[in-house]
Each structure stands twice: as C-alpha cells, then as structure tokens.
C-alpha cells in the first residue's frame, strides 16, 4: 500500500500542501503546436483533443499531434463515440474521426453572399436523434447527416445580431437549450418549433447533483424545469461560468475571466482554487483522470485537487526538536527533544511532562518507558493514571538510550563500558558485561535495541565493523564480522538499529545499511553512492513498510527505496516537508504510518489515503513516425514496412495517466528476449531493423505497484529488400547460371572456329606449300640425273636435300597444327615414325617403351608440338652425337606425364658451356609449357633426359 505514495511526490509543486487543495501545472507545447490561444478541449478513445487558434491537437500526456487538414481557428467543439463535430473559422462545419482523419466538411461557410446566417456554425451539440446543433447570429439551428433533416429557428429578430452562448441537456422526448437568448424547449417531431420557456439570458449551465444550475452576468441560479423557474442563490461572483460534466461526489466548479472556483451549492459558499494571469476561455472536466483543463488566450493549464498526503503533528509548547518518536499501544504516541520535554499523545489528548534535564532517546519495556539522559535513566510507569518520571539509575557517565531486557535494563553510554542494572533493585550487576576495558575504550555506541530476547547495538568500531550483539555464552560484545559478511558490510560506523518484517534487524550507516538476520547473517546491503540522486549519506532513521520498501532519513530530505525496480525517490520541502533536515526522531508503526521529525516540526504520512489511486486502464499506440517524418496512425494493428524504407521507427503510445504519468514507467521486449527500460518515456525507436517478422511487447506499470500494469503486443514485419528475398537469390542463380552457360557455348564456338582453322591451315599447307616443295624436289632430281657435271650434280643434290629439309619441318607444323593429333596415341606414333629410321639408318637399337594409361591424357597444341620437338631434338641429338648403340625413349604416368630418352653412347660433361643450340632449345620449350627439363649424363656411361610435364 505504501508504494502508492511516491507518485504525489513526483507532481506536487512547491505550494501543493497549502490550504488549497489544488495543484496547478501549465502544460509546456511542443513545437508541434503553433498556437497558445487555445479555446477549448474534450476528451475523445483517452486522448485529450485541443482547440487553438491555429488547428486542433491531440495530446496523450507525452507528444502532441496535429490534425493536417484543420489549420484555422476552431470555434466550437464536440465529441461522441463516433467521431469529433467543430466549427473551422473560413471552413464551416465539419466532423473528423480522430486526429489523423481529413475532415469532412458537412456545411460550408459562404462569405460571398449578404446573409449572415451562413457564416457561422457556433455552439456545436450532437443529440441522441443524430442531429447536429449549432447557431449563427439570428438562428439555432440543427443539420442531420445520415437523413438530410435540417431546420432552423429564428430567435432573434431582425435588425439584432447577437453572439449567441448556447447549452444543451437532454431530457424526455426532446432538448432543452439554454441560451443568452433565453431557455427553450424542443420536442423531438422534426416540425416542431421551439417553445421559449424562460426569458432569462443564461450565459453558462451545467447539471449536477440531479439539478440544472445556470449562471448570467450577476448571479448563479437553480433551474426547476418542471416550474420553469429560476431560483437565485447567493453567491457574489459576476460573470461566472459553470463547468459542465462534473460528476456527483466532486466540487461544482466555475470560472470567470481569470480566476477558477469551486462552489458548494448545499452551502451555498465558494472558493478561490486558481488564478491565471490569462485570459480564461474553458474549462473541460476530465472525469476518468479527474481533472480540470483551463484553456487561457496563453496555453493549458491542467489543475488537479489532490488530498493532503503529509500531515503536521500539532504538539503543545514548550518543545524544541524532537530526537525520538515512539508508539506504545494503540493510537499512543510519545516524543521527547533535548530540553527534557517528553510529550504523550493519544488521539487528540495530550499530556505533558517535563525532565530537568536534557533527554537523549526514549526506549519502551514492558509497562514502563525509559529515558536516557545526561546524568542517568529515568523511568515512568505507564499503567498509572498519574504517572511520573523518576530516576531510577544514575550513572558516572551520558546515557545515550537506556534498555529493559527481561529483568535487567541496559544503560547505554557513547563511549566507554556499559553497564546493566538489575529491572527492581536497580543495583549494578558487576561485571555482566565481561569485554576487556580496551574494547570499551576503542569503540562507540550509537543505538540499542532487543530482538528475540538479544541485544544488539549499533555504533563505531575503528578497528572492526560497528554492528555488535551480547553473546550470552561468552558473556561478551562480539561484532558479526566474519569471512562471509566482510564483503557486505556498507560501512564500520553504524547509527540505528531498527527491527522490520521478519524480525529482520537493519543498520542505518554512513554510507548506507545492512540488513542482518536473528542469526548475525548480513542478507541485505545497499550503498547510496550509487544512486545518484541521493544528496547525502549519513542515513539515520529507517524503517521498512508492508510492501518492502525502505524509507530513511537523512540530512536532505526523505528518502524511499523500492527494491522490485532498485529505484530512489527524494522527498523534500517541494513535496511538502516542513524541512529537508530528516536526521531527529523517525518511526514507522505498524499500521504504516510514518513518523518523522525536522527542526521545525513533526510531521506523518498516513498511507491508508493512497489506497484509492488511479488504475492503469488503457495503453494504446498514439502513432508512429517513420524516418523522423510527420506522425502517422497505427492502423490493421500491425507495421509492416520494407526495410530500405525503416531507416528508423518510432513509436508512440500512452498508458493515458494525465494525473499521475510521472509515476508510470515503460519497458518492451522482443518476442520472449529480456525487457528493456524506456524509463518515462513512451516512445520505442528502432533504428534499421533486420528484415523478419517481430512480436514486440510493450508494457507500462506503476513503479510503485507491480499488479497496476497494462500490457500490449505490436506485430512487427520488416520487408526485405528485393536483392534479400528468395525469388532474387532464385534470379540471381538463374542469370549467372545463363551467363556461365553462354559462356559455356561461346567458348566452345570459339574452340570449334580454332580447330577449323587448324584443319584449314593444315590443308592449306599440304596442299599448297607442300605440293610445291614436292615439285622443287622432283625437279631438281631429274637435273640431277640430266646434267653429268659434278658441280651442278653438287648444288642440284644440296637443293635436294634442303627441300627434303623443309619438307620435313612442314610436315612437322602441319602435324602440330591438325587438331586430330590432340592426344598422346597420335604422338607416339609420330615419335615412332621419326625414330626408327634414323636409328635403323646408323644401326642403333631403338626402345620405344608407353604406359596404357598415357593414351587417355588430352594434350593441347602447344604442349603437343613443344612434346615432340623436345623429344625430337634429344634423339636426334642422340644418333648425331652419342656413338651410341642403344636408345630408349619411354612415356610414363607418375601419375603426371614423364618422358624419358636415354642412350648409352660418350656422354658429356654437363658442367661445361656448349656452342650447340640443341639443349637451348630443349630448356626453353620445356619452360613454354611449364615443365622440368633434367638433363644427366657422365662421360662413357651415356646420357638420359627427363621431362616432367605436370601434366595429368
């Protein structure tokens, strides 16, 4: 229950807790408003709908949105469930569905003509027939949309022209309109005229507590319909206004040009409740929010009567600040302050009694309460009817709290050893107490208090931590330090001890507090320093409410912690204290009611009155913003967008809580993912979403009451891009795979169109080149046998044997050319055909060794020609050169292609140069086609070359 206090905290202004029990906040506009004239407002599906002088605006309590379609000034204004009816300056009359809507003009105004009755559309009022009233300067008039049913009363004569204020109220069969011009009656027969029932000019109306009260420029009246009279009530406010709406339970409110009212027609007396430096133009009673909106010529004022939360103890003179506060029994409070003034408080009774002497702390025994003070304990029996207070102990020494445990009393000093009487002799039991007097020396006592029958004491060890207990075993003070508190003590210098639910002890420190168990287990620790609203750490009294939350006192206010959101709130002199000054007496009961004492006052909260607060009823979308653009309505209950056209999201939405929004808190998250904090602010922006489908929820709660929550699911789908989606990836595949194909075609069109012009070439050399050769060979043979001369024999055989030359290199291109000869079989076979005859011819024994699985490998041209010359020159080099007998020529697969020829002629000495050309050639044709060329050779043992294609 105690968590519903917070709230008031964060709303009340400086002068909330004065004898007025209103609160007035102007409304700050957003650049989204171009207008502070504002003349009117409604409540429309929870928003709050703003009539300016330049357009109407919605308000969720957060953002402001602007309807784009209304930019004059509105007039009038009125709302049903379906839509929104205004009067647009330069427009007409026209409705709107809600803010995002265009209008729709019902009836336009017409400037160009000589009749003034088209000209205005003032006092707009929908009744339950569907018909849409309205006045101009002579007329009040109505216009029905859905049946064409129109008509127009003429309540003025002519030559008069009247500014007319006009209220409507309901009632049997019909309308009663109460107007400046008088009050009439209208039946619901569409021929019927209007009966002018009164004479009265009524300037404002409003129905309440089962009766129409009416006002005019001097007076407030009640209103009998049935006598059709006016009764004059005596309140003396001229030009008074009446505020139409309010609900029975609630203050009648009025207005006049500046000021705002509250009325109380039993007693027929009034109240100031807010003054405007502006003009004030309407009032608008919101009833679920309870609250009044003041339209002024300079903005929105929202004014809200709030309940006096923090109260002032009234205690008798003489007193001066009070240190302690104590409950004993029901409705039984004491307070004591320095100057010896303990006071007694039961209900309004109240009684005083005076020590002479300064009073340090109060503490309660069984029937008696003690009081430590300067020179010892004092005792007061508070069964008697008389009671008094008596010594019963003095001490050598400053009783900081004295304390009666069984029937012993414990008399606490702040430093030095404490010493424990006997409860009815009041002798001192020596050495009860059985510590050293060095840890009397070293340490100090601060507070004292019994829990289950043990003592505990909260104080300064500089040696150790200053939380200690009287161990009845030992019969000594031992503090809780161990392995396992260590890390969790806040502080060594410790202030009050207080017990809390569960018999819980908690340890106000410099720095914070622990909380410790019956057991002396430290289960709680908190460290103000990182809370960065808290203005000072010298926490001194606390306690803890029914709902968990720990309230303390320190020197800049009260404080309240609330452990479900590990959240800090302040409350200081704004919020109503009478100081911020909080480090005197502090007491919380069990009831929830807190108790707390300033230099000035003592002061309580009585939490039972923050029962009633405002639920959480709705949270809608209040629009959404793409790419930082105009706002746009939520609409279908989903977003769907394409991702190049999200660049950024955002969100709007209300939990609607005018009064109270301070106290709301939002948070989303992503389908089940962890919640995210917005904090106070509702609005969720999402910058370049990933294309996917999202179940976003959102969630507005009271920081302060976990169960008063409202939650809502958007559905998010993010479109991606056309380059993400499948059907682009399926293209994509498809035009690489028709590109790769063309390709794919195109080369082999080009291969086909190569070998055709190898062929061509090849036949082209035959038959032209080769058969010319032929000839010349012919020839000169036949002039070789002509001519018997040996010289022209000589030239004519060389011219032979040259041709026979050529002729054979051309074979050679033509072979190396015809793409038939593309495989390894074919070079084989031209190898064989070059080698035996040469080696037959010098006798030489010729080896032609070829792997079967040499036969399947493709050779290209190149490597084909540059193969067979490489193998040509060795073995031609080897018939010329070797004088060998015997020569091997072997094609293996290694698994790449290796060629070996090797004779066993002289051999040579690879390491020196050689003029011959032969093995140039060799190397070089072997680096063409990226092949290793090993040449090894000895002198008398032969030579053998390896050729290493590298080709499988």
Same mark, same amino acid.
């Given at each position: 229950?105690?968590?519903?206090?917070? =709230?008031?905290?964060?709303?009340?202004?400086?002068? @909330?807790?004065?004898?007025?029990?209103?609160?007035? *906040?102007?409304? $700050?506009?957003?650049?989204?408003?171009?207008?502070?004239?504002?003349? @009117?407002?409604?409540?429309?599906?929870?928003?709050?709908?703003?009539?300016?002088? !330049?357009?109407?605006?919605?308000?969720?309590?957060?953002?402001?949105?602007?309807?784009?379609?209304?930019?004059?000034?509105?007039?009038?204004?009125?709302?049903?469930?379906?839509?929104?009816?205004?009067?647009?300056?330069?427009?007409?009359?026209?409705?709107?569905?809600?803010?995002?809507?265009?209008?729709?003009?019902?009836? &336009?105004?017409?400037?160009?003509?000589?009749?003034?009755?088209?000209?205005?559309?003032?006092?707009?009022?929908?009744? !339950?027939?569907?018909?849409?009233?309205?006045?101009?300067?002579?007329?009040?008039? =109505?216009?029905?949309?859905?049946?064409?049913?129109?008509?127009?009363?003429?309540? $003025?004569?002519?030559?008069?022209?009247?500014?007319?204020?006009?209220?409507?109220?309901?009632? #049997?069969? /019909?309308?009663?309109?109460?107007?400046?011009? /008088?009050?009439?009656?209208?039946?619901?027969?569409?021929?019927?005229?209007?009966?002018? $029932?009164?004479?009265?000019?009524?300037?404002?109306?409003?129905?309440?507590?089962?009766?129409?009260?009416?006002?005019?420029?001097?007076?407030?009246?009640?209103?009998?319909?049935?006598?059709?009279?006016?009764?004059?009530?005596?309140?003396?406010?001229?030009?008074?206004?009446?505020?139409?709406?309010?609900?029975?339970?609630?203050?009648?409110?009025?207005?006049?040009?500046?000021?705002?009212?509250?009325?109380?027609?039993?007693?027929?007396?009034?109240?100031?409740?807010?003054?405007?430096?502006?003009?004030?133009?309407?009032?608008?009673?919101?009833?679920?929010?309870?609250?009044?909106?003041?339209?002024?010529?300079?903005?929105?004022?929202?004014?809200?009567?709030?309940?006096?939360?923090?109260?002032?103890?009234?205690?008798?003179?003489?007193?001066?600040?009070?240190?302690?506060?104590? *409950?004993?029994?029901?409705?039984?409070?004491?307070?004591?302050?320095?100057?010896?003034?303990?006071?007694?408080?039961?209900?309004?009774?109240?009684?005083?009694?005076?020590?002479?002497?300064?009073?340090? #702390?109060?503490?309660?025994?069984?029937?008696? +309460?003690?009081?430590?003070?300067?020179?010892?304990?004092?005792?007061?029996?508070?069964?008697?009817?008389?009671?008094?207070?008596?010594?019963?102990?003095?001490?050598?020494?400053?009783?900081?709290?004295?304390?009666?445990?069984?029937?012993?009393?414990?008399?606490?000093?702040?430093?030095?050893?404490?010493?424990?009487?006997?409860?009815?002799?009041?002798?001192?039991?020596?050495?009860?107490?059985?510590?050293?007097?060095?840890?009397?020396?070293?340490?100090?006592?601060?507070?004292?208090?019994?829990?289950?029958?043990?003592?505990?004491?909260?104080?300064?060890?500089?040696?150790?931590?200053?939380?200690?207990?009287?161990?009845?075993?030992? *019969?000594?003070?031992?503090?809780?330090?161990?392995?396992?508190?260590?890390?969790?003590?806040?502080?060594?210098?410790?202030?009050?001890?207080?017990?809390?639910?569960?018999?819980?002890?908690?340890?106000?420190?410099?720095?914070?507090?622990?909380?410790?168990?019956?057991?002396?287990?430290?289960?709680?620790?908190?460290?103000? %320093?990182?809370?960065?609203?808290?203005?000072?750490?010298?926490?001194?009294?606390?306690?803890?409410?029914?709902?968990?939350?720990?309230?303390?006192?320190?020197?800049?206010?009260?404080?309240?912690?609330?452990?479900?959101?590990?959240?800090?709130?302040?409350?200081?002199? !704004?919020?109503?204290?009478?100081?911020?000054?909080?480090?005197?007496?502090?007491?919380?009961?069990?009831?929830?009611?807190?108790?707390?004492?300033?230099?000035?006052?003592?002061?309580?909260?009585?939490?039972?009155?923050?029962?009633?607060?405002?639920?959480?009823?709705?949270?809608?979308?209040?629009?959404?913003?793409?790419?930082?653009?105009?706002?746009?309505?939520?609409?279908?209950?989903?977003?769907?967008?394409?991702? #190049?056209?999200?660049?950024?999201?955002?969100?709007?939405?209300?939990?609607? &809580?005018?009064? %109270?929004?301070?106290?709301?808190?939002?948070?989303? !998250?992503?389908?089940?993912?962890?919640?995210?904090?917005?904090?106070? %602010?509702?609005?969720?922006?999402?910058?370049?979403?990933?294309?996917?489908?999202?179940?976003?929820?959102?969630?507005?709660?009271?920081?302060?009451?976990?169960?008063?929550?409202?939650?809502?699911?958007?559905?998010?789908?993010?479109?991606?891009?056309?380059?993400?989606?499948?059907?682009?990836?399926?293209?994509?595949?498809?035009?690489?795979?028709?590109?790769?194909?063309?390709? =794919?075609? =195109?080369?082999?069109?080009?291969?086909?169109?190569?070998?055709?012009?190898?062929?061509?070439?090849?036949?082209?050399? &035959?038959?032209?080149?080769?058969?010319?050769?032929?000839?010349?060979?012919?020839?000169?043979?036949?002039?070789?046998?002509?001519?018997?001369?040996? @010289?022209?024999?000589?030239?004519?055989?060389?011219?032979?044997?040259?041709?026979?030359?050529?002729?054979?290199?051309?074979?050679?291109?033509?072979?190396?050319?015809?793409?038939?000869?593309?495989? +390894?079989?074919?070079?084989?076979?031209?190898?064989? *055909?070059?080698?035996?005859?040469?080696?037959?011819?010098?006798?030489?024994?010729?080896?032609?060794?070829?792997?079967?699985?040499?036969?399947?490998?493709?050779?290209?041209?190149?490597?084909?020609?540059?193969?067979?010359?490489?193998?040509?020159?060795?073995?031609?080099?080897?018939?010329?050169?070797?004088?060998?007998?015997?020569?091997?020529?072997?094609?293996?697969?290694?698994?790449?292609?290796?060629?070996?020829?090797?004779?066993?002629?002289?051999?040579?000495?690879?390491?020196?140069?050689?003029?011959?050309?032969?093995?140039?050639?060799?190397?070089?044709?072997?680096?063409?086609?990226?092949?290793?060329?090993?040449?090894?050779?000895?002198?008398?043992?032969?030579?053998?070359?390896?050729?290493?294609?590298?080709?499988?």
């Amino acid at each position: 229950m105690l968590l519903r206090l917070l =709230y008031v905290f964060l709303l009340i202004p400086v002068w @909330a807790f004065s004898q007025s029990a209103y609160q007035a *906040e102007k409304i $700050i506009f957003s650049e989204e408003v171009v207008s502070d004239v504002v003349f @009117a407002t409604l409540k429309k599906d929870n928003y709050l709908y703003i009539a300016t002088q !330049r357009g109407l605006y919605m308000y969720d309590g957060y953002v402001f949105v602007k309807n784009r379609s209304i930019i004059g000034g509105i007039n009038s204004i009125f709302a049903d469930d379906s839509a929104i009816y205004l009067f647009e300056n330069e427009t007409g009359l026209m409705s709107i569905g809600n803010i995002f809507s265009e209008k729709k003009v019902l009836q &336009h105004v017409v400037y160009t003509d000589s009749d003034p009755d088209n000209d205005h559309f003032e006092n707009v009022y929908k009744d !339950r027939f569907g018909n849409i009233w309205c006045s101009d300067l002579h007329y009040i008039k =109505y216009f029905n949309p859905q049946n064409g049913d129109s008509a127009r009363f003429n309540v $003025i004569r002519e030559g008069r022209i009247m500014e007319m204020h006009n209220n409507y109220f309901p009632v #049997k069969d /019909g309308l009663l309109i109460i107007s400046n011009i /008088g009050i009439f009656l209208w039946n619901e027969r569409p021929d019927t005229a209007l009966e002018k $029932i009164s004479a009265a000019a009524i300037t404002s109306s409003a129905f309440y507590d089962g009766k129409i009260y009416v006002s005019d420029n001097a007076a407030v009246y009640e209103f009998s319909v049935a006598e059709r009279q006016l009764k004059k009530m005596n309140f003396h406010l001229p030009y008074l206004r009446l505020v139409q709406g309010i609900e029975d339970g609630t203050p009648l409110i009025a207005y006049d040009w500046n000021s705002v009212y509250e009325l109380d027609p039993a007693t027929q007396s009034q109240r100031l409740i807010f003054t405007s430096e502006e003009t004030v133009n309407h009032v608008f009673y919101d009833r679920q929010a309870g609250i009044y909106w003041v339209s002024t010529q300079n903005g929105l004022v929202k004014l809200i009567r709030k309940r006096e939360i923090i109260k002032t103890i009234d205690l008798p003179a003489p007193h001066e600040t009070v240190t302690t506060i104590l *409950e004993t029994g029901k409705d039984t409070l004491w307070f004591s302050d320095e100057n010896g003034n303990v006071i007694r408080k039961t209900g309004d009774a109240v009684r005083h009694f005076k020590i002479n002497e300064p009073v340090n #702390k109060l503490s309660a025994g069984e029937n008696r +309460l003690l009081a430590g003070t300067e020179t010892g304990v004092y005792s007061l029996n508070m069964n008697d009817k008389n009671p008094v207070f008596e010594k019963i102990i003095p001490t050598p020494y400053k009783t900081v709290k004295a304390l009666e445990e069984g029937n012993r009393i414990w008399a606490m000093p702040e430093t030095g050893r404490i010493r424990v009487y006997d409860a009815v002799t009041y002798r001192e039991i020596e050495n009860y107490i059985k510590n050293e007097a060095d840890f009397f020396a070293e340490n100090f006592f601060h507070d004292i208090i019994l829990n289950h029958g043990k003592v505990w004491i909260a104080g300064w060890a500089p040696k150790d931590y200053g939380i200690f207990f009287f161990n009845g075993e030992t *019969e000594c003070l031992e503090t809780i330090h161990n392995a396992e508190n260590e890390p969790l003590f806040v502080a060594d210098y410790f202030n009050r001890v207080y017990t809390i639910k569960d018999d819980t002890l908690v340890f106000s420190a410099i720095a914070g507090w622990n909380m410790v168990s019956g057991d002396g287990k430290i289960t709680g620790s908190l460290w103000t %320093e990182m809370y960065e609203n808290v203005y000072n750490n010298n926490i001194q009294g606390i306690a803890q409410d029914d709902a968990g939350n720990v309230w303390f006192g320190c020197a800049e206010g009260l404080y309240c912690y609330h452990p479900a959101s590990d959240k800090m709130f302040r409350v200081s002199r !704004r919020d109503g204290l009478a100081s911020n000054n909080l480090v005197f007496g502090f007491m919380m009961n069990a009831e929830n009611r807190l108790y707390f004492a300033t230099e000035r006052e003592v002061q309580e909260i009585d939490l039972k009155t923050l029962i009633n607060i405002q639920p959480i009823e709705g949270l809608d979308i209040t629009g959404i913003k793409m790419n930082n653009g105009p706002m746009t309505p939520y609409l279908n209950g989903k977003i769907e967008v394409s991702e #190049k056209s999200a660049q950024q999201i955002d969100v709007y939405f209300s939990a609607f &809580h005018f009064a %109270e929004k301070y106290k709301i808190r939002y948070r989303f !998250r992503f389908d089940n993912d962890d919640w995210t904090d917005l904090r106070d %602010e509702p609005r969720l922006s999402l910058v370049k979403p990933a294309p996917g489908n999202y179940t976003i929820s959102i969630e507005a709660y009271d920081i302060l009451n976990e169960n008063n929550r409202k939650e809502l699911t958007l559905p998010l789908r993010i479109l991606p891009a056309f380059y993400q989606t499948f059907w682009f990836y399926l293209l994509i595949a498809a035009f690489l795979f028709a590109l790769f194909y063309m390709f =794919y075609r =195109y080369r082999i069109s080009q291969v086909i169109k190569l070998e055709r012009v190898r062929a061509r070439i090849a036949a082209d050399l &035959h038959d032209d080149i080769g058969s010319t050769l032929s000839s010349i060979s012919l020839i000169s043979e036949m002039a070789g046998y002509q001519d018997k001369e040996a @010289a022209l024999a000589s030239a004519l055989s060389k011219i032979n044997v040259n041709s026979r030359d050529v002729l054979n290199a051309m074979d050679d291109i033509i072979w190396s050319v015809n793409p038939k000869n593309d495989s +390894l079989e074919s070079l084989t076979v031209r190898l064989r *055909e070059y080698a035996m005859p040469i080696c037959e011819a010098r006798n030489i024994a010729c080896i032609m060794k070829v792997d079967d699985a040499v036969y399947s490998i493709k050779l290209s041209m190149d490597e084909r020609r540059n193969i067979y010359l490489i193998i040509k020159e060795a073995i031609n080099n080897a018939v010329k050169y070797s004088g060998c007998r015997n020569l091997t020529v072997a094609l293996l697969k290694k698994p790449e292609l290796e060629i070996t020829v090797h004779d066993d002629g002289c051999g040579f000495d690879t390491s020196l140069p050689t003029s011959r050309n032969g093995l140039e050639n060799i190397k070089r044709r072997a680096e063409q086609i990226g092949a290793k060329l090993l040449i090894r050779s000895e002198i008398d043992k032969g030579t053998g070359i390896v050729l290493r294609t590298g080709i499988v």
